[in-house]
């Protein structure tokens, strides 16, 4: 008997939740992607490519994918969960018997006249301003955050005629320790990036003007796309597919959810952040309890957890700050070459162990979580609508 299980988006989540189900070799079982782009995107190295650093920050998907994997290159408008069916731009309409929501994240609001370079177009183009400005030009980076800090030292290093700035409502880096964030200052300050903390770009107007720079680098935050809430489906107030710690949707047993546009409901996950490290482990996961469901074995709760936060500043220096499994910064962190070297290895080693997975299912994996309490574990379960 077949069964067609349909994955929506072509990341990190949607590509390990493709290898997972299709390298198991399964009799009957069709993986179709859906993702409307021809090459994986490496998100992590986005800032390197806009910099101009990195010539091409994508693979071929023949490259990272089981060739047993059926692609479909259009996007996904609707999810009707009552008849099975994902509706495409192009007109043509899929059945599953489950489908992974794994759409990712991207620019969230952005404004008019500056660039976001967390997706490929985006990063596109500000490669494109920034190779245009003269000498003396000024870049303002937009935001606190790790992408933002990255982008920052990235363009920094690549041109050093050029005036950066990081501009960041509150101190940067703020989910690292205090002497981590010491030392990534100093290194942000050593190559010449201006720190401006406190900064709040008008919602309304260019945000050059505002900020007196000839670019400006948006770096202030994801967005997902509305495809859940479109589809009637359940989301967070940011608009994340709600799902259960199985990573199903309740109330549709044959909907998963993984990446950065799903959520677990509960304070017991709410130390993943968004990230190709938890976006990983849950398309992993995901694919393992189709697989279970299958053989009319229990679910298995997801359990993924953190090692270290790894911050680029340029090709020659760096910062790792080590983590709980829950994602709090411990004492130790490391900085300068060591720190850009563990960056680099770990960069290349996400790309192969979604590789070593398309070859065999299950090969893939990672640090468990935090452990769970007795107390937190008796914790009522949240109230869906």
């Known amino acids: 008997m077949k069964t067609n299980v349909v994955i929506v988006g072509g990341g990190y989540a949607g590509v390990m939740a493709a290898n997972r189900l299709a390298a198991t070799g399964r009799s009957g079982l069709d993986v179709v992607l859906v993702n409307p782009g021809e090459r994986f995107v490496e998100r992590i190295r986005l800032h390197e490519y806009a910099a101009g650093t990195r010539n091409d920050p994508t693979v071929s998907f023949a490259s990272v ?31 599953y018997d489950y489908l992974v929501y794994a759409v990712g994240s991207g620019r969230g609001k952005v404004p008019e006249g500056s660039y ?20 003396g030009g000024r870049v303002a980076v937009v935001g606190g955050g790790l992408t933002a800090i990255e982008t920052a030292s990235e363009t920094a290093r690549r041109y050093p005629g050029l005036s950066v700035g990081l501009h960041a409502a509150g101190l940067p880096a703020p989910q690292v320790g205090a002497g981590a964030r010491r030392g990534l200052e100093r290194s942000l300050r050593r190559m010449g990036v201006e720190l401006h903390a406190g900064t709040r770009v008008p919602a309304s107007g260019d945000p050059r003007t505002h900020l007196g720079a000839d670019v400006v680098l948006w770096c202030a935050g994801f967005g997902v796309p509305e495809l859940a809430a479109a589809s009637g489906l359940p989301v967070d107030a940011a608009g994340r597919l709600l799902v259960d710690p199985t990573l199903q949707v309740p109330g549709q047993e044959r909907i998963y959810g993984a ?62 700050q080590f983590v709980t499994a829950d994602d709090t910064p411990v004492r130790l962190h490391v900085h300068g070459r060591t720190a850009a070297v563990l960056k680099e290895i770990i960069c290349r080693m996400t790309l192969r162990w979604i590789r070593n997975e398309a070859k065999r299912s299950g090969a893939y994996t990672w640090p468990k979580g935090p452990r769970r309490t007795t107390a937190t574990a008796q914790q009522q379960a949240p109230a869906w609508n």
């Open 65 to 95: 994918l089981n060739p047993d994997v059926r692609q479909v290159r259009d996007a996904a408008e609707r999810i009707d969960a009552g008849t099975r069916t994902v509706q495409l731009a192009g007109g043509r309409r899929l059945e």
């Open 116 to 135: 976001a370079v967390e997706q490929f177009e985006g990063a596109d183009e500000a490669r494109r301003a920034l190779a245009g400005l003269p000498p």
């Open 259 to 320: 990446g950065d546009a799903a959520v677990i409901a509960g304070a017991d996950y709410a130390y993943l952040r968004m990230s190709c490290a938890a976006a990983m482990p849950m398309g992993a996961d995901a694919a393992t309890n189709i697989l279970r469901s299958l053989d009319a074995l229990p679910a298995v709760r997801h359990d993924s957890g953190f090692g270290g936060q790894c911050v680029s500043l340029g090709r020659t220096d760096g910062m790792v």
